[in-house]
């Protein structure tokens, strides 16, 4: 399992413009919202959480295509089935390194991002700690969504369309906690509701996954 | 692993199948296919494009699903846990599973330590490319470093799918070594190939198309 880990890290600062793609993407995506909608800091302000949110499920996604698909190309994937880990571990561990190389860099980007749109300061705390389960949350949901579509043609598009359904609870608790915390309520509810469904998707997106995965080799 | 199983059928050393039938899309690929394979034996997979060699190797393997039939090792039902099953299996596919991105060592870091990795290179003739980029290496020598990942396992079923594949006279015989060894050990060989391969008192399994 370590040692998947390590593979999946070295093979993506192997490739890093799969990471920095994601990154640029998140930080793009953001900066069109001022130019469309105006600068006014009050509007900015007011929608800043649920554009930091929906430009990070968006490029959360732009990897996912590629976690199991450069595998199962090249024959890697049926090495990994044997490699004697559990499929859901190997899934587990893909996960992990999505988050690692995807998730963890989206929630760092996401503080100048959240400065740029004049998000009130109050407000930032929630959204990060919001972000650490919501980016979680995501790569695993993606995980499952990536070894279902493996095999599928144009899989790449039917990944999102699978994927941005499951991934609302998320944005929606995510964004209600910088909202509150924006206006002075309390972020904790939607922040526990948000780990709650973080701590669902933990076991069972995995083991959907490393279903999904037998049944590709298949 | 290993343990012999009393049941009603008598336990017996090796890999045997009983039976075994494939469907591939909707085509019944092959059906009633049985052979054992004691200790040391080795076991040539012979037939035209598309009889099923390969779809055969797969679900030896336990990547691929058997519709019927059952495989023993060593007297236990094999395919029942395939977890447990991979780690008994050695599989080199048709595909090379390199990655170019990374150097021809660091593509084996998952499946073996550094010095074990370093003597698997050297079995086949690698050790010399170790440091470089996999995307440098020619099809011949891709194929090879496929095998030095074989030269790592420690599993008693070898399964290889063409594994002569692009080889040069050297890098056969380098195999031959490696296929001797790992039968004189106790493994099974089971290869699909329509070249000849370096394995003295195979038997031949024809597949019809």
């Known amino acids: 399992?370590?040692?998947?880990?390590?593979?999946?890290?070295?093979?993506?600062?192997?490739?890093?413009?799969d990471s920095l793609a994601a990154i640029l993407f998140f930080l793009v995506a953001g900066a069109l919202f001022p130019l469309a909608i105006g600068p006014a800091p009050e509007t900015l302000a007011r929608i800043a959480p649920g554009i930091v949110w929906v430009c990070?499920?968006?490029?959360?996604?732009?990897?996912?295509?590629?976690?199991?698909?450069?595998?199962?190309?090249?024959?890697?994937?049926?090495?990994?089935?044997?490699?004697?880990?559990?499929p859901a571990a190997i899934a587990l561990g893909k996960a992990t390194a999505h988050w690692l190389t995807t998730g963890l860099p989206l929630l760092l980007a996401a503080i100048p991002m959240a400065i740029m749109l004049r998000l009130p300061d109050e407000a930032l705390p929630a959204l990060l700690l919001g972000l650490i389960p919501g980016t979680a949350f995501l790569s695993l949901i993606g995980t499952a969504g990536a070894a279902l579509v493996l095999g599928a043609r144009r899989g790449g598009v039917l990944l999102p369309l699978l994927v941005l359904p499951m991934a609302v609870?998320?944005?929606?608790?995510?964004?209600?906690?910088?909202?509150?915390?924006?206006?002075?309520?309390?972020?904790?509810?939607?922040?526990?509701?948000?780990?709650?469904?973080?701590?669902?998707?933990?076991?069972?997106c995995p083991l959907a996954a490393g279903a999904a995965l037998r049944s590709a080799a298949e | 692993m290993g343990k012999g199983q009393e049941g009603m059928i008598v336990p017996q050393e090796g890999l045997q199948a009983e039976g075994l039938a494939a469907i591939r899309g909707e085509r019944l690929v092959f059906s009633g296919l049985s052979f054992a394979l004691p200790p040391g034996g080795a076991l040539l997979l012979e037939g035209p494009n598309g009889s099923g060699k390969s779809t055969l190797l797969r679900v030896l393997a336990g990547l691929g699903r058997a519709e019927v039939g059952t495989l023993r090792w060593n007297g236990e039902d094999a395919l029942s846990d395939r977890t447990t099953h991979a780690t008994r299996v050695a599989y080199l596919g048709h595909q090379d599973a390199v990655k170019p991105g990374l150097t021809v060592a660091e593509n084996l870091a998952f499946w073996g330590t550094p010095p074990e990795i370093e003597t698997a290179l050297a079995r086949i003739n690698l050790a010399r490319l170790a440091p470089l980029p996999a995307r440098m290496l020619s099809a011949g020598q891709k194929r090879r470093l496929a095998l030095a990942r074989l030269a790592l396992a420690t599993a008693p079923i070898w399964l290889l799918d063409e594994p002569t594949l692009g080889l040069d006279t050297t890098s056969v015989a380098a195999l031959g070594t490696m296929l001797a060894t790992h039968r004189a050990s106790g493994g099974v060989v089971l290869a699909a190939t329509h070249l000849p391969l370096p394995l003295p008192g195979a038997e031949t399994l024809r597949l019809a198309a």
């Open chain 1, 169 to 204: 609870p998320a944005l929606i608790f995510g964004v209600a906690a910088a909202d509150a915390a924006a206006v002075g309520l309390a972020a904790r509810p939607h922040l526990l509701l948000l780990s709650a469904l973080c701590a669902a998707a933990l076991p069972l």
């Open chain 1, 56 to 86: 990070a499920l968006l490029a959360a996604l732009l990897p996912l295509d590629r976690l199991f698909g450069a595998d199962a190309e090249d024959g890697s994937l049926d090495h990994l089935l044997l490699s004697g880990l559990p």
């Open chain 1, 1 to 17: 399992m370590r040692k998947l880990l390590a593979r999946e890290l070295r093979l993506s600062l192997r490739h890093g413009t």
